[in-house]
């Protein structure tokens, strides 16, 4: 009777009935998600640590703080979307404010807070959640487009499939070499399992790849239990005063520009896969931003870069999760990787390769397998109509081109404003289109300037 009442109440809180899923289905969508993202508990500090944060600290205050922000996620939203530290944000914290521009770090996480604070403090006047409405349909599915090809495209490199090269800028990587063998092996069991329409099949074949990379010895397994490095050296160290100075005034507009886009097109593309939307409009999107917002000012608190919601949360969609309860199991996760860190760095850790450079081969086929999956958004396209079909396009090809999912959403923007203009059509677009399309033009004059 325990076990039933205890199922009765999440079933309640988390609304499980109605969204068409259960407790294991969003336990199993949970784990997915979090072995997606682990690699970040190891990403991010190695890449705050070349900007002259202490590795260790930086790894617990990415935990605490994505941690925090998913729990806010999945109990306030009831959304299966995690918040982690934004890649990309993180590489223009370290390698564009502090290296290139020589602000001490203290300063950017003051930075990253005053963004975060912004983003609070305009909640009232539903800054973000009126931009998601006021997406046409043929941006939302744009973007959600986009957004796959971005992590396909991710998932491809850290599979060691597509490598840099000078006169093409992409080619094909050495498909004999172990990791890329490795990523080929878990790609292909994953995708028979998805085509056999087997439940959790992502997260299985991450399990598939783990073994077969443990048979291998291309995974190595390094521990189960540890103790979670001190977070002293970055806890409370952000200069809010400093990071006001007029100097870093554009710093902080560009956090929050970033933050802005990142968030709002990662919601709108994941909650489409998972068909929470409802016509066009995305429900309880305040407080779904609130999550990352605040988890944002907190992790700047601790000791992290800005954090917003985590495109492979469409990983633990694809695996089935609908509701909150996938988030909480995430946020969990990521607490307890505070004391296993060794096994989540087997799993989602990277492995080098010679000439510099690391592969992800474990978790790099699931990336690829949802960006498959989330490329059927195109089909609401009206490819007939050239004033959204060039908009689209333009939004899909630049995100993983210009590995940014605001260059791409800029790019959309602007072409349709134009495009609808020019064809005497600009009533079909909301007014925050045309505010943002100027906005965009501006950012880029001024970057070139």
Not at 84 to 98: E, K, L, R, S
Not at 100 to 126: D, E, K, N, R
Not at 334 to 344: D, E, H, M, T, Y
Request: net charge positive.
């Amino acid at each position: 009777m325990e076990q039933a009442g205890t199922r009765t109440t999440l079933d309640r809180w988390f609304d499980l009935s109605a969204q068409g899923t259960s407790a294991r289905t969003e336990l199993l969508a949970g784990t997915t998600t979090f072995l997606a993202l682990a690699y970040i508990v190891f990403v991010q500090p190695a890449v705050l640590s070349a900007a002259g944060m202490d590795f260790g600290a930086v790894m617990t205050a990415t935990c605490l703080a994505s941690a925090l922000a998913t729990l806010l996620m999945g109990l306030w939203a009831n959304y299966p979307i995690a918040v982690a530290p934004a890649m990309g944000h993180n590489f223009f914290f370290a390698f564009t404010v502090v290296v290139g521009m020589g602000v001490p770090w203290q300063a950017a996480l003051g930075a990253v807070a005053v963004a975060g604070t912004i983003f609070i403090l305009t909640a009232g006047v539903g800054l973000r959640e009126r931009l998601i409405t006021a997406l046409p349909p043929f941006l939302q599915h744009a973007i959600a487009a986009g957004i796959g090809l971005l992590i396909a495209m991710i998932g491809l490199q850290w599979a060691g499939l597509v490598v840099a090269s000078p006169g093409t800028l992409v080619t094909l990587g050495d498909p004999t070499s172990p990791p890329v063998l490795l990523a080929l092996a878990g790609l292909t069991v994953t995708a028979v399992l998805f085509a056999r329409r087997v439940r959790g099949a992502i997260l299985w074949g991450i399990f598939v790849t783990t073994a077969v990379g443990l048979g291998t010895g291309l995974v190595r397994y390094q521990g189960l239990v540890s103790l979670p490095p001190s977070i002293a050296p970055t806890f409370l160290q952000l200069d809010v005063a400093g990071a006001l100075s007029p100097r870093l005034w554009p710093v902080i507009a560009i956090f929050f520009f970033l933050a802005l886009f990142d968030s709002v097109g990662t919601l709108v593309a994941v909650a489409g896969q998972a068909g929470l939307m409802r016509a066009g409009v995305l429900p309880r999107a305040r407080q779904a931003l609130l999550a990352d917002a605040v988890g944002t000012v907190a992790g700047a608190g601790l000791g992290t870069s800005t954090v917003t919601a985590y495109v492979e949360s469409a990983t633990g969609v694809a695996a089935g999760g609908r509701t909150g309860l996938a988030s909480v199991v995430t946020a969990a996760l990521l607490l307890g990787s505070l004391f296993f860190a060794p096994l989540v760095r087997m799993i989602g850790g990277g492995y080098p390769v010679p000439g510099g450079g690391t592969l992800y081969p474990v978790v790099a086929p699931a990336l690829v397998l949802v960006g498959t999956l989330m490329m059927r958004e195109v089909r609401h396209v009206e490819w007939d109509d050239p004033t959204e079909a060039v908009p689209a396009f333009l939004t899909m090809l630049v995100m993983p081109l210009a590995v940014s999912i605001t260059e791409g959403i800029a790019f959309g923007f602007v072409a349709s404003v134009v495009l609808k203009l020019v064809t005497r059509r600009g009533r079909e677009l909301h007014w925050m289109i045309y505010l943002f399309a100027a906005l965009f033009v501006l950012r880029y004059a001024l970057l070139r300037g």
